[in-house]
């Protein structure tokens, strides 16, 4: 049985409140909606709650990653026909009736997407009844502005646009997803466990690049480690290298590959996709200073790099 998103962990910040309330009243609707917010502040969660509390929530609900490879995320749209010559129907068929998530949609080719928005202009031409959320971690207005997203599709799916907030916004959500976890963890694990005044301050403070997905797996691991009923500052299994969350289990393979320099890219272009190019935040992140970060994007586009030449 598929499970009931809890829409009381989204937190009670009156921001994140306004977009849950929002999200329930334009669920009755068949109308698309667009979900912007950083990485694991629960975009494609709230997508679902969204179609939990529509007239399809009995359909299908079906997720696209458009992110990490265009092609794949074609094949996996449209359908395709395997090396035995099988047809694998792609979800937008699989989704009648239901929803369809296309997760971090700026990451579609510029083609596809002209291609994409014609396909769902048409859907009623071919029997398709089907709900379009797209989720974002970047400024959809600023790249249409740049000539990187198609702006008839930007027009059909951010009619409603609802934004979570990061979790160093909204403090007090922090604790209580915190405590929430916590509970999740020992209950699972089968253990009695609490944290202790520093602990909870090493939360508070920490900058949870990931948000909600880091913040779980680091209170999941840390309670696996604890050996008394009390989680300290020690035990807590988060570092103040905060940079270091940047790199997820694929890359590190490929970073040990890499030359420094590469590796030094590789992590600033990281960082910039994931506030959705803002530097000041970037450079945060990277604990650099602004001009150290403005330096390294101009070396960069004068070394020809394809990301940082279009950076504005």
């Known amino acids: ?15 994140v409140v306004k977009s849950v ?3 329930r009243n334009v669920a009755v609707s068949k109308a698309p909606v667009l979900i912007v917010g950083e990485i694991g502040v629960g975009k494609k969660t709230l997508g679902k709650y969204i179609h939990q509390h529509s007239s399809r929530a009995n359909g299908p609900f079906e997720v696209v990653d458009c992110g990490p490879d265009s092609e794949r995320a ?7 026909r395997d090396q035995e010559g099988k047809f694998h129907r792609g979800i937008i068929e699989k989704a009648n009736g239901g929803t369809v998530v296309f997760a971090n949609v700026d990451g579609l080719d510029e083609e596809f997407q002209k291609k994409l928005h014609k396909i769902l202009n048409e859907l ?9 959320i797209c989720t974002t971690t970047k400024n959809l207005s600023k790249l249409v502005g740049a ?18 907030s990061p979790l160093r916004e909204r403090l007090h959500d922090l604790e209580m997803l915190a405590k929430h976890f916590l509970a999740d963890a020992a209950t699972k694990q089968n253990k ?6 520093d602990a909870m301050n090493k939360i508070l403070s920490h900058y949870w690049t990931h948000n909600l997905l880091e913040l779980r797996s680091v209170i999941e691991s840390s309670v696996e480690c604890a050996e008394t009923d009390l989680i300290d500052e020690e035990t807590l299994s988060i ?27 590789l992590l600033i272009k990281k960082a910039l996709v994931h506030t959705s190019e803002n530097r000041t935040q970037a450079a945060k992140i990277l604990g650099v200073s602004i001009r ?6 101009n070396e960069y586009r004068n070394d020809g790099a394809p990301y940082f030449l279009n950076l504005r």
């Open 21 to 23: 309330n929002v999200a």
């Open 124 to 132: 009623e031409d071919y029997d398709l009844d089907i709900r379009i």
């Open 192 to 197: 009695a466990v609490n944290f202790d005044t």
């Open 1 to 15: 049985m598929e499970s009931v998103v809890n829409h009381e962990l989204f937190g009670v910040d009156p921001k």
């Open 292 to 297: 150290t970060l403005r330096n390294k994007i």
């Open 74 to 80: 074609v094949n996996e749209i449209l359908g395709y």
């Open 147 to 164: 000539g990187r997203f198609y702006r008839a599709l930007y027009t059909y799916i951010s009619s409603n646009t609802l934004n979570l």
């Open 239 to 265: 570092g103040d290298k905060k940079t270091v969350s940047l790199i997820t289990e694929e890359d590190s393979e490929g970073i040990r590959l890499m030359s420094l320099k590469e590796a030094e890219k």
